[in-house]
């Protein structure tokens, strides 16, 4: 099939350009630098093929990301989606005439989705661990009425739970302060911690869940955290909330 052939197949699309080996496709997917995710649609046999051509790594490369750390993390990320990783390419499998749009779609977003982690991670491994940041704030602000020892609970499953950052209020409860880091393993992990807590009905304490909104987090992942029970804190505005309850 020549390069004329593949555009009038995505005649559909917004805006198709010829390509020296199929056709390139703008899709409406964003980049984390605001430029849209191209498509390159090439033949293959008996079939198509749909890539990004490399253009998720060389956004995270534009950005100082080294793509080459994580190669792990987004190989698995593409091996989930059904797309494979090609020398820092995203390359969907051989699809039929038919399936060529979907394949587009499909890359596009993987592309997008890629650079978007490759840059979060690489932001939060230079930077300090959201829990160190709040264990200062706590004694910066609170001082004698930080827990030294800190708390250890009972779930409703009979496991004990330790939490580190916990302060005396005026009132004589004890104020946990939870946070959590914007990957899926920290949220799952604290929402199930958070809810075992909250279904043995511990007298006594307040507890919180810190996220750390120095990242971009989607509503339903601050939904999933206000489901545990716990009040949520925008690490932003722990100080602030601070001098309302600790006063």
């Known amino acids: 099939m020549t390069p004329v052939e593949i555009m009038e197949l995505m005649a559909s699309w917004p805006t198709i350009s010829r390509h020296e080996h199929g056709a390139l496709v703008h899709t409406h997917c964003l980049l984390p630098s ?5 498509v390159f649609i090439q033949p293959s046999v008996d079939g198509f093929v749909a890539t990004d051509y490399g253009a998720a790594f060389s956004e995270a490369r534009a950005s100082g990301v080294v793509p080459d750390r994580h190669i792990k993390s987004v190989r698995r990320m593409i091996d989930a989606r059904g797309l494979r990783l090609n ?15 979907m394949a587009a779609i499909l890359v596009a977003n993987a592309a997008k989705d890629v650079a978007d982690y490759l ?27 930080v827990v030294k020892d800190g708390l250890s609970l009972r779930g409703k499953s009979t496991k004990i739970y330790r939490f580190e950052n916990v302060i005396e209020l005026p009132s004589g409860m004890r104020a946990i302060f939870d946070p959590v880091s914007h990957n899926a393993n920290s949220i799952n992990a604290r929402v199930v911690v958070n809810l075992d807590v909250q279904g043995a009905n511990s007298e006594g304490v307040m507890p919180h869940i810190v996220f750390d909104d120095r990242d971009k987090w989607r509503p339903e992942e601050i939904s999933l955290l206000k489901s545990a029970g716990a009040k949520t804190v925008p690490f932003s505005q722990t100080e602030n909330y601070l001098a309302k309850i600790a006063a």
């Open 119 to 145: 840059i979060t991670q690489d932001r939060q491994q230079d930077r300090p661990d959201i829990a160190e940041l709040l264990a200062k704030i706590l004694v910066r602000r609170c001082g004698s009425r």
């Open 34 to 38: 605001g430029s849209t995710v191209n």
């Open 87 to 101: 020398d820092g390419q995203i390359w969907s499998p051989k699809v039929h005439r038919d399936e060529v749009p």
